[in-house]
């Protein structure tokens, strides 16, 4: 069987079903894992609350590369593909303006921000693209 695991972030499928993921894999099924918030961050242009996180988080380097690369690595000890839509993780997203979209800790688990209207279709759109028709989204 054809499976693919939609992870939000880079580490969510891996530490929330790695354990299923690997014996999906051994037993011989067709294993996948999409990143949804897999794009870059503009390091150049963040909100104070993004700054605030990274120094939270200890990070003295791109948090998001180091994110991909450990994903990378934990989907080769699982022996399985990875795939990354370019939507960076919200902390990073804002308008051309420059108005960030998440700039609080307690924005993050509110609505989506009305700016935002069409990334859901946009997202569903891909991923009707891309999924294999005999696969299932996990």
Known sequence: MKFIFLSPH??????SCGGLIWE????????KIWTICGG??????M??????????WGTEEDPVRV??????????LLAVKTRSFPIPDC????????????????SLFG???????????WLASEITRLIPSDAELV
Do not use: C
Not at 40 to 45: E, M, P, T, Y
Not at 47 to 56: D, K, M, V, W
């Open 10 to 15: 880079f580490d969510d499928a891996v530490f």
């Open 24 to 31: 999906m894999v051994q037993r011989g099924d067709w294993v």
């Open 40 to 45: 870059d961050a503009d390091l150049g242009q």
């Open 47 to 56: 909100s104070p609350f993004a700054s605030h996180l990274h120094q939270r």
């Open 67 to 76: 994110r991909r690369a450990e994903n990378r690595k934990a989907a080769r």
């Open 91 to 106: 902390i990073y997203r804002h308008s051309v303006e420059g108005e960030f979209y998440y700039p609080t800790e307690e």
């Open 111 to 121: 609505d989506l921000d009305s700016h935002e209207s069409g990334l859901i279709d």
